[in-house]
């Protein structure tokens, strides 16, 4: 049993500070799409935080800034508009915005009680390179974890409880250890004090989350009990 809950959204806004307005003016209608944030994650993060009475931390800097859900020495880390940035700006942006908001993940999970369950909150396009994804919502975990294994098999029987007619896939549409936030802490917490799973919903629920917030919530809920 998990004493405590910590939820987190790493693309949960598009903010562009004043400074880097620039690299976006030939394109800003990016920014609204999925490569800017992920539409949908940071009001169900929120919703679930409310309702469990859990802390909360979400990245609301566009992603296409500084990635704050890859590790430092990703080629990622920077997308294709803020890698024309000097070498001092990128420096600025990682103190600023990707350190920050790491530092205090870790420092909330820090002050949280052991063991604690850490649920990153995402949202994926139902549409990647012309194909339609098969997957509704998909539990990303470790698989060499048991404590995430056990943890992720258990939430999906939750969800096909409560959202029978939905396809709910465990890696899917990513796997589990891709480089992401959970990946980074797992190697700061061992298996008994830390478990952590991505929980990403497809984008399609977006623009009307009352379709599966509550489900989705209950299904948390059942598994905490």
């Not at 004043?18 to 949908?40: C, I, N, S």
Request: with cysteine.
């Amino acid at each position: 049993m998990y004493q405590s809950v910590v939820f987190s959204c790493e693309h949960a806004g598009n903010n562009v500070p004043d400074e880097y307005a620039h690299l976006f003016q030939d394109e800003p209608e990016v920014l609204k799409t999925h490569r800017g944030w992920d539409p949908g994650a940071w009001t169900l993060a929120q919703f679930f935080s409310s309702s469990l009475n859990a802390p909360l931390q979400g990245c609301e800097s566009t992603r296409l800034l500084i990635e704050a859900n890859r590790s430092e020495g990703s080629p990622e880390l920077f997308s294709m508009f803020s890698k024309k940035l000097l070498p001092e700006q990128k420096e600025k942006l990682y103190k600023e915005i990707y350190k920050p908001y790491r530092n205090q993940l870790q420092s909330t999970i820090e002050a949280s009680k052991k063991p604690v369950l850490h649920l990153s909150i995402h949202s994926f396009t139902p549409i990647w390179n012309g194909e339609e994804r098969m997957v509704d919502i998909g539990i990303l975990f470790d698989p060499e974890k048991k404590s995430e294994t056990n943890y992720s098999h258990q939430l999906k029987v939750k969800l096909e409880k409560y959202l029978p007619d939905l396809k709910i896939r465990l890696n899917e549409p990513y796997r589990g250890t891709d480089d992401g936030i959970t990946t980074w802490l797992r190697k700061l917490y061992s298996n008994t004090v830390y478990t952590g799973i991505e929980l990403e919903v497809n984008q399609k629920f977006a623009s009307d989350l009352s379709k599966v917030q509550d489900q989705i919530l209950n299904a948390i809920q059942a598994t905490l009990n």
